[in-house]
């Protein structure tokens, strides 16, 4: 391997660290610094700013990578054919684990990043609302709200309720999932059923 391929991976490899570093350093401290980000990686903070020149780029990686995650889950859920609330149980409990890793952007769409996190987020809510509206159409959700704006309340929800297992971890994946689908509007035997034995 060339000097120059292995200076590239070694860069890539600590731009790598550094992100998932500033998700644990953000999700414990939204208001954190770069400062904080790079002793918590082990690097200088000159390091960090080689790879995110400000914060705000920081926080539009983080947010892009988020994306592509849930973007691929969303698609690939789905992709299955099955009913939109059997599809919204499989997407939660697909999502769960990278809603967990990225709930601090939550707290930063609130902040001064929100319109930069929102603009990025555009491919995640129209999916989600694709998937409610055929839900609404097929008399499966609720549709007294727009799906564009039920979709973000159910998801919303399972935002707040990654975001507070972090203390106690109790309540988990099936809790946001049958909390979502009430807030979708499924009859909460139908929505116990649904999610089944999910832990």
Do not use: C
């Not at 709930?103 to 809510?125: K, N, S, T």
């Not at 929800?157 to 309540?171: E, R």
């Amino acid at each position: 391997m060339s000097t120059e391929s292995s200076r590239v991976r070694s860069m890539s490899e600590t731009r790598d660290r550094i992100l998932d570093v500033a998700l644990d350093v953000l999700g414990e401290n939204p208001d954190a610094g770069m400062g904080d980000i790079a002793s918590a990686a082990g690097v200088v903070r000159r390091t960090v700013y080689d790879h995110f020149p400000s914060r705000l780029d920081l926080v539009r990686t983080l947010t892009e990578r988020a994306v592509t995650e849930v973007t691929a889950v969303l698609t690939e859920v789905n992709a299955s054919g099955a009913e939109a609330d059997a599809t919204w149980v499989e997407f939660i409990a697909r999502v769960w684990p990278v809603t967990h890793r990225y709930r601090v952007l939550l707290a930063l769409r609130r902040g001064e990043y929100g319109e930069a996190i929102h603009g990025l987020l555009g491919p995640v809510d129209d999916l989600l609302a694709d998937l409610v509206k055929r839900g609404q159409d097929g008399d499966v959700f609720a549709q007294h709200l727009p799906a564009g704006v039920l979709s973000q309340v159910a998801y919303g929800v399972v935002f707040a309720i990654a975001d507070s297992d972090l203390s106690n971890g109790t309540l988990g994946a099936r809790a946001a999932t049958i909390t979502s689908l009430l807030m979708l509007g499924v009859p909460e035997t139908r929505a116990i059923a649904l999610v089944g034995d999910q832990p």
